[in-house]
């Protein structure tokens, strides 16, 4: 089963680096880059060499927001699957996330598991993923 090419934004290099290394342990997950603030992760995005097939966002960033990253990312015409993780995963909040075009909200105290579950269950079915479209927040 092919990895998800996986780009990170996140801060917290401490919180980051135990994702990566989670990710990559228990998910079909290769890391291909990660950025701290906005700015960063939407250079990167728009870099024609640049691809990823996923791309999971902080919602509170360094400089600037994983909203704008959202944002961004909605006016690229290569679109990454996109999900958040974020400690700020309230009802309105993953409204937000939802309507900006996140596919998924996962809080990152009670939805490790759910994350690494929809990781998998997108590398092992390509094909049903592309058709799935958004699917709402991991948790009500």
């Not at 998800?4 to 990559?24: K, M, Q």
């Not at 950025?35 to 360094?62: K, T, Y």
């Not at 598991?113 to 094909?127: F, K, M, T, V, Y």
């Amino acid at each position: 089963m092919p990895a998800l090419h996986t780009y990170i934004v996140e801060d917290s290099a401490v919180i980051r680096e135990n994702l990566i290394a989670t990710l990559e342990e228990l998910a079909c997950v290769q890391v291909v880059g990660w950025a701290a603030d906005e700015a960063r992760a939407v250079s990167w995005l728009c870099e024609p060499g640049n691809v990823a097939s996923l791309l999971i966002v902080d919602i509170f960033l360094a400089r600037g927001s994983g909203l704008g990253v959202l944002r961004a990312v909605s006016r690229l015409s290569r679109r990454p699957r996109t999900v958040v993780l974020s400690n700020y995963a309230s009802p309105d909040m993953r409204r937000t996330c939802l309507q900006l075009g996140a596919e998924q909200v996962f809080d990152k105290s009670t939805d490790i598991d759910a994350l690494i579950d929809w990781c998998n269950h997108q590398a092992a079915n390509p094909a049903d993923c592309q058709a799935d479209g958004p699917t709402g927040s991991a948790r009500s």
